[in-house]
């Protein structure tokens, strides 16, 4: 008897083979995934770093150090004569008015009386001191003249200026001039007044010859309108004739006496702006030097230090309204120019690095860094000029560390996250 046939096994569906095609595929995808992780684990990561944009602007070169301030013109006022001085009641910082405020008085005494001799010599300095006052009275006169000359002058430039006809730098120059005039005319003037004021000490000191006994007491004012800056003498005391009793100025007139290395000294022109700051005030005040002392001096520095630093003497140019308070001796610290331009291609100093002779840096592009050899040009600590190299909207790396190489790739540091 025959046996039936089995029945045929039932034909695979297409669901069966896909989930069969999958079961194959899966040691593969996970393989393949393993690799992956370890491929991203071992690929080098992105170096966050600071990143600055090349662009262009103003760059200037400053000379920073420290002075003080000082009245322009001031006088020592001296006993014309011997004998016993008065009491002085003023103290310093007390307003005086030329040819007004009497500032000592001398008591004469028969032991202070000139002889012969003396006298000849009084009256020859008496008749020095009347021709010393007429050469300052005309060189007075001539001071006042270019004064007035240079204002119109600069009337001139600021309407050639509004107009567009001239340069800010020609501006700059005839301001310059004219704020030179004006102070070398109000320098003149004072030298006139204590010319004046020379002359009656001269006259005086004749009154106590030989046969011109007075008793009258010299009577002594001051010579100048200002303040009372210091006294020397204020008890009543015996005091032989040139010994110093007051100073006197005028602590609105003020100028700036900044030290400076020689070396810096050698690349400050006259005429220089320069800022003064840290004096005291909100603002810092504008300032342009007049002089630089042809003579150095030594001076030993807080770490122990010979030093050679010059006098640069700086005019102030704002009103007196923005520094009231501001007086003789004070302490400034100045800011003073010796290069700047308007339009420079610039970096910050710590993206250039040096290698050899030649300065480097690190420019940024598709994440990738690339280095890149640049020339570099004028430089004031914080920004560099860049002559060649670089081009406007660079991005380049500033302060690359160690791990910065060509063709590391970086990723933008969030620098207001410090």
């Known amino acids: 008897m025959k046996t039936p046939p089995s029945p045929a096994p039932p034909a695979p569906t297409r669901k069966s083979r896909r989930q069969k095609n999958w079961t194959r595929l899966v040691p593969w995808i996970g393989g393949a995934l393993l690799i992956s992780l370890i ?55 007390a307003l005086i008015e030329a040819g007004q405020t009497i500032i000592a008085v001398i008591e004469p005494r028969e032991s202070d009386l000139l002889d012969t001799r003396s006298l000849v010599q009084a009256e020859a300095r008496a008749q020095g001191a009347a021709a010393a006052r007429d050469q300052a009275a005309a060189l007075a006169e001539s001071a006042h003249a270019v004064a007035q000359l240079t204002q119109t002058e600069l009337a001139r430039r600021r309407s050639l200026f509004a107009a567009h006809s001239i340069s800010q730098q020609e501006l700059d120059d005839a301001e310059l001039r004219a704020t030179r005039a004006a102070q070398e005319d109000r320098a003149a003037g004072f030298a006139h007044r204590v010319a004046e004021y020379e ?30 800056l210091r006294v020397f003498q204020e008890s009543e005391r015996v005091v032989g004739a040139g010994v110093a009793l007051v100073e006197v100025g005028d602590p609105s007139d ?93 970096v910050p100093a710590g993206a250039l690095f040096q290698q050899g002779d030649y300065w480097s840096t690190y420019v940024v592009a598709n994440g990738v860094a690339r280095q890149r050899t640049v020339r570099a040009g004028a430089s004031n600590g914080r920004e560099i000029e860049v002559l060649e190299g670089l081009q406007v909207g660079d991005r380049v790396v500033v302060y690359p560390v160690d791990r910065i190489d060509d063709g590391v790739r970086v990723a933008p540091m969030d620098v207001s996250a410090r």
């Open 254 to 346: 003020l100028e700036a006496r900044i030290e400076v290395l020689s070396r810096d000294a050698v690349g400050i022109t006259p005429g220089a702006r320069a800022e003064l700051v840290k004096w005291g005030g909100a603002q810092p005040l504008r300032g342009r030097v007049r002089v630089i002392e042809p003579a150095a001096f030594t001076k030993v520095s807080a770490l122990g230090v010979e030093e050679q630093r010059v006098n640069v003497i700086v005019d102030f140019l704002d009103p007196l309204e923005a520094r009231p308070t501001l007086g003789d001796a004070y302490r400034v610290e100045a800011r003073i120019v010796t290069w700047e331009s308007e339009d420079v291609l610039k």
């Open 39 to 93: 491929v991203a684990g071992l690929w080098p990561k992105a170096q966050p770093v600071e990143l600055a944009t090349v662009a262009r602007g103003s760059l200037e070169l400053t000379v920073n150090e420290e002075g003080m301030t000082r009245v322009r013109n001031r006088y020592v006022i001296s006993a014309p004569a011997g004998g016993l001085l008065r009491r002085i009641d003023w103290k310093p910082g």
């Open 199 to 228: 002359l009656q000490s001269a006259q005086a000191l004749l009154s106590r010859g030989a046969g011109r006994v007075s008793t009258e007491p010299v009577v002594i004012t001051s010579p100048v309108s200002g303040r009372l």
